[in-house]
């Protein structure tokens, strides 16, 4: 025997009086940390699986595809209603045609009256820019 089996048969028999860890037959000593009730508990519950079988998965995997299905079908429903609807709009908007008079009259000429008078405030400032010019070269000249 070497050294190691020497000394574990010496506790063997040193313990082997008292109640200690119960022996294998292999003649191993038992190590675990658990009682035999938990390993019990432990084996039993190993036994109730939480997994599906191959069939529920299928089952389930058909049944997500067919909400998929639909919510694609909606999607696509709603595109064609919206599409529909922009189709609408484009044609009124084109029946209409360019040369009628409406509203945009009054607003074309609001915004001709705003254009003309930042025109005229442009050459009063532009008028006060050259004078002023004028000013200061002849003031620099002297």
Known sequence: ???NQA????QRARLSGS????EVEDGMVDGTFHSPEWHAARLASLNTSHTITWEEYKR???EEE???GELEADKDRMMREYRAQLDADRARKLA???NHSGTKSHHNKVKRDKDSMKRRG?????KRR???SSSCSSSSES
């Open 1 to 3: 025997m070497g050294k």
């Open 130 to 132: 050259s004078s002023e």
């Open 7 to 10: 000394y574990k048969a010496m």
């Open 19 to 22: 109640a200690g860890p119960e």
């Open 96 to 98: 209409v045609g360019r």
């Open 60 to 62: 389930k995997q058909k």
């Open 122 to 126: 442009k050459k009063r400032k532009h």
């Open 66 to 68: 067919l909400k998929k």
